[in-house]
Protein backbone atom coordinates (compact mmCIF):
# COMPACT_ATOMS: atom_id res chain seq x y z
CA UNK A 1 0.00 0.00 0.00
CA UNK A 2 2.64 2.30 0.85
CA UNK A 3 4.75 1.41 -2.15
CA UNK A 4 1.13 2.45 -4.01
CA UNK A 5 1.47 5.63 -2.39
CA UNK A 6 4.74 6.55 -3.21
CA UNK A 7 4.36 5.87 -6.74
CA UNK A 8 1.33 7.88 -6.76
CA UNK A 9 3.07 10.89 -5.59
CA UNK A 10 5.82 10.64 -7.88
CA UNK A 11 3.55 10.35 -10.65
CA UNK A 12 1.60 13.27 -9.61
CA UNK A 13 5.22 15.26 -8.30
CA UNK A 14 6.95 14.43 -11.29
CA UNK A 15 5.99 17.03 -14.36
CA UNK A 16 5.87 19.43 -11.72
CA UNK A 17 9.43 18.47 -11.08
CA UNK A 18 10.38 18.65 -14.63
CA UNK A 19 8.68 22.21 -15.28
CA UNK A 20 10.82 23.63 -12.72
CA UNK A 21 13.60 22.42 -14.08
CA UNK A 22 12.66 23.52 -17.77
CA UNK A 23 15.27 25.98 -18.81
CA UNK A 24 13.68 29.76 -19.40
CA UNK A 25 13.93 30.60 -23.03
CA UNK A 26 17.49 32.40 -23.71
CA UNK A 27 17.23 35.87 -23.91
CA UNK A 28 18.12 37.46 -27.73
CA UNK A 29 21.47 38.86 -28.07
CA UNK A 30 22.03 42.24 -28.84
CA UNK A 31 21.52 43.77 -32.37
CA UNK A 32 25.15 44.81 -33.28
CA UNK A 33 26.28 46.66 -36.35
CA UNK A 34 27.27 44.36 -39.37
CA UNK A 35 29.06 46.57 -41.71
CA UNK A 36 29.03 50.22 -40.10
CA UNK A 37 31.29 51.07 -37.05
CA UNK A 38 29.99 52.99 -34.03
CA UNK A 39 30.94 56.50 -35.06
CA UNK A 40 28.74 56.34 -38.75
CA UNK A 41 25.82 56.01 -36.10
CA UNK A 42 26.78 58.39 -33.29
CA UNK A 43 23.60 59.84 -32.24
CA UNK A 44 25.69 62.60 -30.11
CA UNK A 45 27.63 63.32 -33.35
CA UNK A 46 24.51 63.04 -35.80
CA UNK A 47 21.85 64.54 -34.10
CA UNK A 48 20.80 67.38 -32.16
CA UNK A 49 18.83 67.01 -28.94
CA UNK A 50 14.73 67.23 -29.34
CA UNK A 51 12.89 70.47 -27.76
CA UNK A 52 13.23 70.10 -23.70
CA UNK A 53 9.87 69.17 -21.86
CA UNK A 54 7.27 72.08 -21.35
CA UNK A 55 9.60 74.11 -23.73
CA UNK A 56 7.78 76.55 -26.65
CA UNK A 57 9.15 73.62 -29.06
CA UNK A 58 7.96 71.00 -27.16
CA UNK A 59 4.29 72.51 -26.82
CA UNK A 60 4.09 73.19 -30.87
CA UNK A 61 5.41 69.21 -31.48
CA UNK A 62 2.69 68.54 -29.06
CA UNK A 63 -0.04 70.81 -31.07
CA UNK A 64 1.27 69.49 -34.43
CA UNK A 65 0.62 65.71 -33.03
CA UNK A 66 -3.12 66.97 -32.09
CA UNK A 67 -3.43 68.67 -35.95
CA UNK A 68 -2.26 65.54 -37.47
CA UNK A 69 -4.70 63.07 -35.60
CA UNK A 70 -7.83 65.33 -36.02
CA UNK A 71 -6.97 65.68 -39.98
CA UNK A 72 -6.79 62.17 -40.50
CA UNK A 73 -9.26 60.72 -42.41
CA UNK A 74 -10.60 57.18 -41.04
CA UNK A 75 -8.61 55.88 -43.99
CA UNK A 76 -5.54 57.47 -43.42
CA UNK A 77 -5.26 56.17 -39.82
CA UNK A 78 -6.33 52.52 -41.16
CA UNK A 79 -2.95 53.65 -43.18
CA UNK A 80 -1.21 54.80 -40.09
CA UNK A 81 -1.79 51.33 -38.14
CA UNK A 82 -0.97 49.20 -40.88
CA UNK A 83 2.09 50.72 -41.26
CA UNK A 84 3.12 50.34 -37.34
CA UNK A 85 2.10 46.47 -37.74
CA UNK A 86 4.65 46.27 -40.62
CA UNK A 87 8.02 47.49 -39.65
CA UNK A 88 10.26 45.60 -42.45
CA UNK A 89 10.26 45.58 -46.08
CA UNK A 90 6.92 44.70 -46.72
CA UNK A 91 6.02 48.69 -46.34
CA UNK A 92 7.31 48.90 -49.84
CA UNK A 93 5.01 46.25 -51.31
CA UNK A 94 1.81 48.40 -52.43
CA UNK A 95 4.62 50.93 -53.90
CA UNK A 96 6.74 47.98 -56.10
CA UNK A 97 3.90 45.94 -57.06
CA UNK A 98 3.52 41.59 -56.56
CA UNK A 99 7.01 41.35 -58.51
CA UNK A 100 8.50 42.54 -55.00
CA UNK A 101 8.81 39.15 -53.21
CA UNK A 102 11.95 38.95 -51.52
CA UNK A 103 11.36 35.23 -50.84
CA UNK A 104 12.02 34.96 -54.70
CA UNK A 105 15.03 37.50 -54.19
CA UNK A 106 17.17 36.68 -51.89
CA UNK A 107 20.35 38.96 -52.75
CA UNK A 108 18.03 41.84 -52.53
CA UNK A 109 16.41 40.62 -49.33
CA UNK A 110 20.11 39.84 -48.34
CA UNK A 111 20.55 43.88 -48.90
CA UNK A 112 17.42 45.50 -47.19
CA UNK A 113 18.17 42.64 -43.93
CA UNK A 114 21.81 44.34 -43.63
CA UNK A 115 19.87 48.07 -43.80
CA UNK A 116 17.14 46.86 -41.66
CA UNK A 117 19.88 45.62 -38.97
CA UNK A 118 21.76 48.50 -39.03
CA UNK A 119 18.44 50.92 -38.91
CA UNK A 120 17.31 49.56 -35.60
CA UNK A 121 20.63 49.49 -33.78
CA UNK A 122 21.23 53.20 -34.43
CA UNK A 123 17.79 54.04 -34.07
CA UNK A 124 17.69 52.52 -30.63
CA UNK A 125 21.27 53.77 -29.84
CA UNK A 126 19.53 57.51 -30.08
CA UNK A 127 16.56 56.69 -28.13
CA UNK A 128 19.07 55.18 -25.60
CA UNK A 129 20.84 58.67 -25.39
CA UNK A 130 18.15 61.16 -25.80
CA UNK A 131 15.14 59.22 -23.71
CA UNK A 132 12.40 61.38 -24.96
CA UNK A 133 8.81 61.17 -23.84
CA UNK A 134 6.20 59.95 -26.29
CA UNK A 135 3.50 62.29 -26.85
CA UNK A 136 0.79 60.11 -25.15
CA UNK A 137 2.83 60.35 -21.98
CA UNK A 138 2.66 64.33 -22.47
CA UNK A 139 -0.58 64.59 -23.12
CA UNK A 140 -2.67 61.26 -22.19
CA UNK A 141 -5.70 62.35 -24.30
CA UNK A 142 -3.69 60.87 -27.45
CA UNK A 143 -4.73 57.61 -28.18
CA UNK A 144 -1.76 55.82 -29.51
CA UNK A 145 -1.58 52.98 -32.46
CA UNK A 146 0.50 51.05 -29.89
CA UNK A 147 0.58 51.38 -26.24
CA UNK A 148 3.04 48.51 -26.06
CA UNK A 149 6.02 51.35 -26.89
CA UNK A 150 8.45 51.90 -24.57
CA UNK A 151 7.53 55.74 -23.03
CA UNK A 152 11.01 56.92 -23.30
CA UNK A 153 11.70 56.07 -26.61
CA UNK A 154 10.21 58.84 -28.65
CA UNK A 155 13.10 60.53 -30.40
CA UNK A 156 13.78 59.35 -33.37
CA UNK A 157 11.22 57.24 -34.55
CA UNK A 158 12.32 53.64 -35.41
CA UNK A 159 9.68 53.29 -37.91
CA UNK A 160 10.91 55.90 -39.31
CA UNK A 161 14.54 56.00 -39.63
CA UNK A 162 13.96 52.37 -41.15
CA UNK A 163 11.25 53.37 -43.67
CA UNK A 164 13.70 55.93 -44.56
CA UNK A 165 16.80 53.82 -44.51
CA UNK A 166 15.27 51.26 -46.74
CA UNK A 167 13.46 54.04 -49.23
CA UNK A 168 16.95 55.35 -49.94
CA UNK A 169 18.67 52.02 -50.46
CA UNK A 170 16.00 50.97 -52.82
CA UNK A 171 16.26 54.61 -54.53
CA UNK A 172 20.03 53.48 -54.99
CA UNK A 173 18.65 50.10 -56.37
CA UNK A 174 16.18 51.38 -58.37
CA UNK A 175 16.93 55.03 -59.56
CA UNK A 176 13.97 55.60 -61.85
CA UNK A 177 11.65 54.84 -59.02
CA UNK A 178 13.52 56.95 -57.13
CA UNK A 179 10.75 59.64 -56.31
CA UNK A 180 7.79 57.22 -55.52
CA UNK A 181 9.91 55.17 -53.09
CA UNK A 182 10.95 58.41 -51.09
CA UNK A 183 7.24 59.44 -51.01
CA UNK A 184 6.36 56.43 -49.58
CA UNK A 185 9.09 56.17 -47.21
CA UNK A 186 7.83 60.02 -45.95
CA UNK A 187 4.26 58.88 -46.16
CA UNK A 188 4.97 56.11 -43.72
CA UNK A 189 6.89 58.36 -41.54
CA UNK A 190 4.11 60.60 -41.41
CA UNK A 191 2.07 57.50 -40.12
CA UNK A 192 3.92 57.89 -36.91
CA UNK A 193 2.42 60.95 -35.79
CA UNK A 194 -1.03 60.38 -37.38
CA UNK A 195 -0.51 57.37 -34.81
CA UNK A 196 -0.01 59.72 -31.79
CA UNK A 197 3.42 57.56 -31.72
CA UNK A 198 6.01 60.69 -32.52
CA UNK A 199 6.24 64.02 -32.83
CA UNK A 200 6.78 65.11 -36.83
CA UNK A 201 10.25 66.75 -34.44
CA UNK A 202 11.64 62.60 -34.15
CA UNK A 203 10.67 61.73 -38.10
CA UNK A 204 12.69 64.38 -39.43
CA UNK A 205 15.52 63.39 -37.37
CA UNK A 206 15.02 59.65 -37.95
CA UNK A 207 15.40 60.96 -41.83
CA UNK A 208 19.08 62.90 -40.71
CA UNK A 209 20.19 59.58 -39.18
CA UNK A 210 19.14 57.54 -42.28
CA UNK A 211 20.81 59.70 -44.78
CA UNK A 212 24.04 59.75 -42.56
CA UNK A 213 24.78 56.32 -42.15
CA UNK A 214 23.17 54.93 -45.49
CA UNK A 215 25.29 57.23 -47.65
CA UNK A 216 28.37 55.89 -45.31
CA UNK A 217 27.08 51.83 -46.27
CA UNK A 218 26.38 52.80 -50.07
CA UNK A 219 30.43 53.60 -50.24
CA UNK A 220 31.33 50.13 -48.45
CA UNK A 221 33.13 47.81 -51.13
CA UNK A 222 31.50 45.02 -49.35
CA UNK A 223 28.06 46.77 -49.81
CA UNK A 224 28.61 47.47 -53.01
CA UNK A 225 29.22 44.00 -54.30
CA UNK A 226 25.61 43.00 -52.74
CA UNK A 227 24.05 46.15 -54.09
CA UNK A 228 25.34 45.24 -57.69
CA UNK A 229 23.82 41.58 -57.30
CA UNK A 230 20.48 43.18 -55.89
CA UNK A 231 20.72 45.54 -58.83
CA UNK A 232 20.83 42.65 -61.46
CA UNK A 233 18.03 40.72 -59.31
CA UNK A 234 16.06 43.49 -59.66
CA UNK A 235 16.45 43.64 -63.39
CA UNK A 236 15.73 40.47 -63.89
CA UNK A 237 12.57 40.36 -62.42
CA UNK A 238 11.28 43.29 -64.14
CA UNK A 239 11.55 46.01 -61.07
CA UNK A 240 14.61 47.80 -62.34
CA UNK A 241 15.95 48.59 -65.61
Given at each position: ?188 AYSRVVCGSHYATDTRASQALAASFVSTLLKDPTFQVKLA ?13
Open positions: MLRRLAITAVMFVSPISALAQTPAPAAKPPKVLQLLVPADVDPARLLPPPAADGSAAAKADLADVHRAMAEASAERRAQAKWDDDHEDPSMFEPTLGARFDLAKLPATREVLAIVQNDASVAASGAKKLFQRKRPWVVDSTIKTCDPDDKPLSSYPSGHATLGYSLAMTLAALIPEKAQVLMTRGQDYAAHAELKGAGLAQ
